[in-house]
């Protein structure tokens, strides 16, 4: 049996230094998304600052976020009074006392849960069209003329599943070094130390005598400062779960649900399990667009005013249009004025009835809030759905904000590294690197993404509508795009790339960052249109 020892200890000193720097950098304020460039040297959204110079002393009306998401915990001790309540429905009774197709839908609705209890994983969305391929032609080499196009589909995505596959076994591997390397720090540190438990001062204080003790050392000084356990856990929920999940052809998790699913019209199914098994991330969502202002505990969310409504819709894995068309639906007709969306996907076999859906909210005056995904890719050149341009007609939602990430650094660094853009395809961008935001069970954590980026926009857009409620969804993006900060002729670096300037209104139609200082400026003399 080999030494794990002198398998670990090279591998670790080749990474130590890109490892350690990425968790040796000071995290920002927790709450520097709300602060404001001129006034605090921070490039945030100016929240702050408009509480405090624009709205004292005015009136606000309730605003209702529906956040399409993994759940909420909606018992947190900083949502809670803040969570939507369906007054027209009794809880626990069994019955559907509002008459809209959903049974005790208290807090909001989960279309990925049913009697048979909840999804929390699932394929990604191209594992299951590659699946229904494979299906249909494994094995063939030749088939009818109708086939065609579908054969040659076919035959492209089974090379690229077998290249995603192999992928995500190399990077299980690589990250499996990693679980036993902290694995045999925790074990030596611990024999050290003579304890199971124990300090980051008393690491520091450790005695290390050679290369292999003093790697060791640094690496639990890294791992007790930065809460590095948890960010493990969740590098091992992605990448064993891609494997485990994401692309496994035998896995289908959707009999839990108990719909028909080849009937994608269908509405009324699921279950009121909002928080679900796995609501980390849309709790944190809710926390950015509505944590309680003021109550001296955890965070400020953007929004005083605001009931966040919890539509569950997403596992692990890919959201499956069904879902999200009905979520949508949900929102709309249960009083939703804004919906969050902080997910997407690159294959979407049922984009046309998620559209029908959009174009329903946007009838009733809604606006829909998405993510424009953390690949750092060109959206102008690769898809990420759900977006807003009717597959139909053409035409694009004029009641849709897509989001992108900015970071906390005012510099070249401004863009986040992750975040994807587009000249054509991405509007806007906000603060989505480091935000500190709500968790499940009255936790607290910083989360990164441009899932972060979309309820900060949401957030400014529902304080926005909270004074001037008679705006529209239309009116709301009109105004957010229009009094963003301008940043169209900062250099900034291109995300993905290592160090390649490109100017920053190359990566969105605005090239700028979301205000909303400006924004309530500008909406106290707008005049709404005459949509709802």
Request: aromatic fraction near 10%.
């Given at each position: 049996?080999?030494?794990?020892k002198?398998?670990v200890?090279?591998?670790?000193?080749?990474i130590?230094?890109?490892?350690c720097?990425?968790?040796?950098?000071d995290?920002?304020?927790?709450?520097?998304?709300l602060?404001?460039?001129?006034?605090?040297?921070?490039p945030?959204?100016?929240?702050?600052k408009?509480?405090?110079?624009?709205l004292?002393g005015?009136?606000s009306?309730?605003?209702v976020?529906a956040v399409i998401?993994?759940?909420v915990?909606?018992?947190?001790?900083?949502?809670?009074?803040?969570?939507?309540v369906n007054?027209?429905?009794?809880?626990g009774n069994?019955?559907?006392?509002?008459?809209?197709?959903y049974i005790?839908d208290?807090?909001?609705w989960s279309?990925?849960g049913g009697?048979?209890g909840?999804?929390?994983?699932?394929?990604?969305e191209?594992?299951?069209?590659?699946?229904?391929l494979?299906?249909?032609?494994?094995?063939?080499t030749?088939v009818?003329?109708s086939?065609k196009?579908d054969?040659?589909?076919?035959?492209?995505?089974e090379k690229?599943?077998?290249?995603?596959?192999d992928?995500?076994?190399?990077?299980?591997?690589e990250?499996?070094?990693i679980?036993g390397?902290?694995?045999?720090?925790?074990?030596t540190v611990s024999t050290?130390?003579?304890?199971?438990?124990?300090?980051?001062?008393?690491?520091?204080?450790?005695?290390?005598?050679?290369?292999?003790n003093?790697?060791?050392?640094?690496?639990m000084?890294?791992?007790?400062e930065?809460?590095?356990e948890?960010?493990?856990?969740?590098g091992r929920?992605?990448?064993e779960?891609a494997?485990?999940?994401?692309?496994?052809?035998?896995f289908?998790p959707?009999?839990?649900v108990?719909d028909?699913?080849a009937?994608i019209t269908e509405?009324?199914?699921g279950?009121?399990?909002?928080?679900g098994?796995?609501s980390?991330?849309?709790?944190?969502?809710?926390?950015?667009i509505?944590?309680?202002r003021?109550n001296g505990?955890?965070?400020d969310?953007i929004c005083e005013?605001?009931q966040?409504?919890?539509?569950?819709?997403?596992?692990?894995g890919?959201?499956?249009?069904k879902?999200v068309?009905?979520a949508?639906?949900?929102?709309?007709?249960?009083?939703a004025h804004i919906?969050n969306?902080s997910f997407?996907k690159?294959?979407s076999?049922g984009k046309s009835?998620?559209?029908?859906?959009?174009k329903y909210a946007e009838?009733?005056?809604?606006?829909?809030?998405?993510?424009?995904?953390?690949?750092s890719?060109?959206?102008d050149k690769s898809?990420n759905?759900?977006?807003?341009?009717?597959?139909?007609?053409?035409?694009v939602?004029?009641?849709?904000?897509?989001?992108g990430?900015?970071?906390?650094?005012?510099?070249?660094?401004?863009?986040a590294s992750?975040s994807n853009?587009?000249?054509?395809t991405?509007?806007?961008?906000a603060p989505g690197?480091d935000?500190?935001?709500t968790?499940?069970d009255?936790?607290?954590?910083?989360?990164?993404?441009?899932?972060?980026a979309?309820?900060v926009?949401a957030g400014?857009?529902?304080?926005?509508k909270?004074?001037?409620?008679?705006?529209?969804?239309e009116?709301?993006r009109?105004?957010l795009l229009?009094?963003?900060?301008d940043?169209?002729k900062v250099e900034?670096?291109?995300p993905?790339s290592?160090?390649e300037?490109?100017?920053?209104?190359?990566?969105c139609?605005?090239?700028?960052?979301?205000?909303a200082?400006?924004?309530l400026q500008?909406a106290?003399?707008y005049?709404p249109?005459?949509?709802?």
């Amino acid at each position: 049996m080999y030494n794990m020892k002198y398998i670990v200890l090279p591998f670790f000193l080749a990474i130590n230094l890109s490892l350690c720097a990425q968790f040796e950098m000071d995290k920002p304020s927790t709450n520097w998304h709300l602060l404001d460039l001129s006034k605090d040297g921070i490039p945030g959204t100016s929240v702050e600052k408009a509480y405090a110079e624009l709205l004292q002393g005015k009136q606000s009306k309730t605003v209702v976020v529906a956040v399409i998401d993994s759940g909420v915990d909606v018992e947190h001790e900083d949502l809670k009074d803040n969570v939507w309540v369906n007054a027209d429905e009794i809880p626990g009774n069994g019955i559907d006392d509002d008459k809209n197709g959903y049974i005790d839908d208290v807090h909001g609705w989960s279309f990925i849960g049913g009697a048979a209890g909840d999804v929390k994983e699932d394929n990604l969305e191209f594992t299951r069209v590659y699946k229904d391929l494979n299906a249909r032609f494994k094995g063939k080499t030749s088939v009818p003329k109708s086939d065609k196009a579908d054969f040659e589909k076919y035959q492209k995505m089974e090379k690229q599943y077998q290249d995603r596959l192999d992928k995500s076994k190399k990077e299980w591997e690589e990250f499996s070094q990693i679980l036993g390397f902290y694995e045999l720090a925790k074990s030596t540190v611990s024999t050290t130390l003579g304890k199971e438990d124990y300090t980051v001062d008393e690491v520091k204080k450790m005695s290390a005598d050679n290369e292999f003790n003093i790697a060791i050392k640094e690496f639990m000084i890294y791992a007790l400062e930065n809460d590095f356990e948890y960010e493990l856990s969740q590098g091992r929920e992605q990448l064993e779960g891609a494997l485990l999940y994401s692309y496994n052809l035998d896995f289908d998790p959707r009999y839990l649900v108990g719909d028909n699913y080849a009937d994608i019209t269908e509405r009324f199914y699921g279950s009121n399990s909002v928080k679900g098994p796995a609501s980390d991330h849309g709790t944190h969502v809710a926390g950015i667009i509505g944590a309680v202002r003021g109550n001296g505990i955890g965070i400020d969310g953007i929004c005083e005013n605001v009931q966040i409504m919890a539509i569950r819709a997403v596992p692990l894995g890919d959201e499956r249009d069904k879902d999200v068309a009905n979520a949508i639906r949900y929102a709309a007709d249960n009083g939703a004025h804004i919906i969050n969306m902080s997910f997407g996907k690159s294959y979407s076999p049922g984009k046309s009835e998620v559209d029908k859906a959009v174009k329903y909210a946007e009838s009733k005056g809604v606006l829909l809030v998405h993510a424009a995904g953390n690949d750092s890719r060109n959206n102008d050149k690769s898809n990420n759905f759900p977006n807003p341009k009717n597959e139909e007609s053409g035409k694009v939602s004029g009641s849709w904000i897509e989001v992108g990430a900015s970071a906390a650094d005012a510099g070249l660094d401004i863009v986040a590294s992750f975040s994807n853009y587009g000249r054509k395809t991405v509007n806007i961008f906000a603060p989505g690197q480091d935000i500190y935001s709500t968790m499940p069970d009255n936790n607290y954590r910083f989360q990164s993404g441009t899932s972060m980026a979309s309820p900060v926009t949401a957030g400014v857009a529902a304080l926005v509508k909270s004074y001037y409620p008679e705006l529209s969804g239309e009116d709301l993006r009109s105004i957010l795009l229009a009094s963003c900060t301008d940043y169209k002729k900062v250099e900034v670096i291109l995300p993905g790339s290592d160090a390649e300037r490109i100017s920053f209104k190359k990566l969105c139609t605005t090239g700028g960052m979301v205000n909303a200082y400006s924004a309530l400026q500008m909406a106290a003399t707008y005049k709404p249109s005459k949509q709802k």
